[in-house]
T-cell receptor, first 112, second 114 residues
Framework: QQQVKQSPQSLIVQKGGISIINCAYE??????FPWYQQFPGKGPALLIA?????SEKKEGRFTISFNKSAKQFSLHIMDSQPGDSATYFC???????????FGAGTRLTVKP | KAGVTQTPRYLIKTRGQQVTLSCSPI?????VSWYQQTPGQGLQFLFE???????NKGNFPGRFSGRQFSNSRSEMNVSTLELGDSALYLC?????????????FGEGSRLTVL
């Protein structure tokens, strides 16, 4: 039933590098695409989100790139820091619907 | 502003028992959603409550149920527990229609079924 495919499963990046996580979705009715960050022992926290009327959204070091025709979106973390080490989940939902479909997650490790 | 509070944080049950988990949403949030998180299946939507009404339900058996009270607090119940119900149960609150999809998660209730 997975409707959002996320890759890679794990990612190791050097401090200061760029982390890139990709997601692809199937349901063209999805119109809200958030990214969540989860630290061990904590619940997921909303990081940044995009709607399909824009192709890119940037908040600080975090950028979402969105390709509607390819049904893909990605998270870029610039100047990655050890404190960014966490599991990242992409998700998708239909507007007004909190039935969020999550990707399988990417475990990011940023080495100092 | 206090975040989403879930109780208990940890609990151990045996097969066949039932369990009730509680969630207090962020003040002013009227929507509460429940998710199950497991290593194998990831994050899966259980149900959403808005103004005491179940608005949406995921693909889980009827052993999983929930309710919401007039103060927006929510409970979920799992009856006749199975080993496979061992998971982290996450509650998420949101403003609802004024901010669709913006979920704020609690730290979860970790259920172990023996």
């Amino acid at each position: 039933q997975q409707q959002v495919k996320q890759s890679p499963q794990s990612l190791i990046v050097q401090k200061g590098g760029i982390s890139i996580i990709n997601c692809a979705y199937e349901n063209t009715a999805f119109d809200y695409f958030p990214w969540y960050q989860q630290f061990p022992g904590k619940g997921p926290a909303l990081l940044i989100a995009i709607r399909p009327d824009v192709s890119e959204k940037k908040e600080g070091r975090f950028t979402i790139s969105f390709n509607k025709s390819a049904k893909q979106f990605s998270l870029h973390i610039m100047d990655s820091q050890p404190g960014d080490s966490a599991t990242y989940f992409c998700a998708a939902s239909i507007r007004g619907n909190n039935d969020m479909r999550f990707g399988a997650g990417t475990r990011l490790t940023v080495k100092p | 502003k206090a975040g989403v509070t879930q109780t208990p944080r940890y609990l151990i049950k045996t097969r066949g028992q039932q369990v009730t988990l509680s969630c207090s949403p962020i003040s002013g949030h009227r929507s509460v959603s429940w998710y199950q998180q497991t290593p194998g299946q990831g994050l899966q939507f259980l149900f959403e409550y808005f103004s005491e009404t179940q608005r949406n339900k995921g693909n889980f058996p009827g052993r999983f149920s929930g309710r919401q009270f007039s103060n927006s607090r929510s409970e979920m119940n799992v009856s006749t527990l199975e080993l496979g119900d061992s998971a982290l149960y996450l509650c998420a609150s949101s403003l609802g229609d004024s901010a669709p999809g913006e979920l704020f998660f609690g730290e979860g209730s970790r259920l172990t079924v023996l």
